[in-house]
Nanobody, 125 residues
């Protein structure tokens, strides 16, 4: 059971990146998915999450209106479109999958059983 995150890189402030997270098993299409990030010297924090069907999405206040999460269950993949990037978005981004969906708990790391390896996003000023 693996999650493979990709799409990170170096971008100037104001630019865009799209992260992808591919799951190795089709059963993951029924799992809620989330994105978290960890900046140097800081704790990992919630960024965004999406329900198993994709009908509900959730965002941290710091990224609301700039980031969009989506999923393609046919491809076992979840995406994070990041626009208007800021230097403070610089972090390692992790995708995660949970075994059960509870809408008011999607921001809690403990709800996620599977984690990808992380992809570095660096935003220069």
């Amino acid at each position: 059971v693996q999650l493979q995150a990709s799409g990170g890189g170096l971008v100037q402030a104001g630019g865009s990146l799209r992260l992808s997270c591919a799951a190795s098993e089709r059963t993951f299409s029924s799992y809620p998915k989330g994105w978290f990030r960890q900046a140097p010297g800081k704790e990992r924090e919630f960024v965004s999450a999406i329900s198993p069907s994709g009908g509900s999405t959730f965002y941290a206040d710091s990224v609301k209106g700039r980031f969009t999460i989506s999923r393609d269950n046919a491809k076992n993949t979840v995406y994070l479109q990041m626009n208007t990037l800021k230097p403070e978005d610089t972090a390692v981004y992790y995708c995660a999958a949970g075994r059960s969906y509870i809408s008011n708990r999607v921001a809690s790391e403990g709800r996620y059983s599977y984690w990808g390896q992380g992809t570095q996003v660096t935003v220069s000023s």
